[in-house]
């Protein structure tokens, strides 16, 4: 069956534009814990964490990370990283959204468009944030895996011109217009990214990124306010968020935030 075409999404670029920190380095002290990481790696994670949050980062940075990272967790076995992100995803991702975008997401379901979480990051990373800020669909970065290992090479980088490829590609399956659709990015690399939409808007925009949206007139937004998203809710109960549930918290998320919205704009 054709899928409905002209239909509206919103992609959104996660580190430093959904949440305050890069989400590949969120889970270095866990994966520190349970012995996936040496403490030289870690501080190595760290000191480009730093370099990352101070100037951004462009092309060449964006390739020296990838290669690092690839390399970094070559053999480590799937199902742990996947149960560590599970296990600690409300610990330290939660905190780390920002209001200004969870209300942004929110505003665009109340106005019947899909979320859509597009990042560089690897996908056991990425699929459990997404899900847990009620997003409709991801795209993210593709390790080749063997015997249930990575084997230290890329199958799928979602980076620069592969996050069109990613937005194309959804577009095709689920009927997007890209050109009714929205895009919301921090950095100059994800310039193609924006140019593929008719609604690009910079968030928390390097400097790069501030001078091409001040030049095609693109709206530029500044988030500030990163806060527990559970904080804004009734207390969910005590049982520890896993993959397995976190579909669900994220529809319940979502609808209280276009709640609150909804009952804001009366």
């Not at 959104?12 to 590949?24: E, H, M, Q, Y």
């Not at 994966?31 to 030289?40: K, P």
């Not at 560590?84 to 942004?104: G, K, M, N």
């Not at 400097?207 to 988030?223: G, K, M, N, Q």
């Amino acid at each position: 069956m054709t899928a409905e075409r002209g239909r509206v999404a919103a992609f959104f670029d996660l580190d430093k534009t959904v949440i305050a920190r890069s989400s590949a380095f969120v889970f270095s002290k866990p994966f520190l814990d349970q012995g996936l990481l040496s403490r030289r790696a870690v501080l190595e994670s760290s000191y480009a964490h730093f370099l990352f949050l101070l100037s951004g980062a462009d092309h060449d940075q964006m390739e020296r990370m990838r290669e690092h990272l690839t390399k970094m967790c070559a053999g480590w076995d799937v199902d742990q990283v996947r149960s560590i992100v599970a296990e600690t995803l409300h610990e330290l991702v939660d905190p780390l959204i920002y209001a200004e975008a969870a209300d942004l997401i929110a505003d665009h379901r109340i106005r019947g468009h899909d979320v859509i979480i597009v990042s560089a990051s690897g996908e056991e990373v990425v699929a459990p944030i997404a899900a847990a800020l009620g997003a409709d669909h991801f795209a993210a970065t593709r390790m080749v895996i063997e015997n249930n290992r990575y084997a230290g090479e890329v199958e799928f980088y979602c980076y620069g011109a592969g996050k069109v490829e990613a937005m194309e590609r959804m577009a095709a399956q689920y009927g997007y217009d890209l050109a009714r659709c929205y895009a919301y990015s921090d950095s100059v690399t994800d310039l193609p990214m924006l140019s593929a939409v008719g609604h690009p808007t910079a968030v928390n925009p390097d400097r790069a990124l501030r001078r091409e949206a001040t030049a095609h007139e693109w709206p530029i937004l500044t988030f500030s306010n990163p806060v527990s998203l559970w904080a804004r809710l009734p207390q969910p109960s005590t049982t520890t968020v896993a993959a397995s549930v976190a579909v669900g918290l994220g529809a319940v998320a979502a609808g209280a935030l276009s709640y609150k919205l909804l009952r804001r704009k009366k």
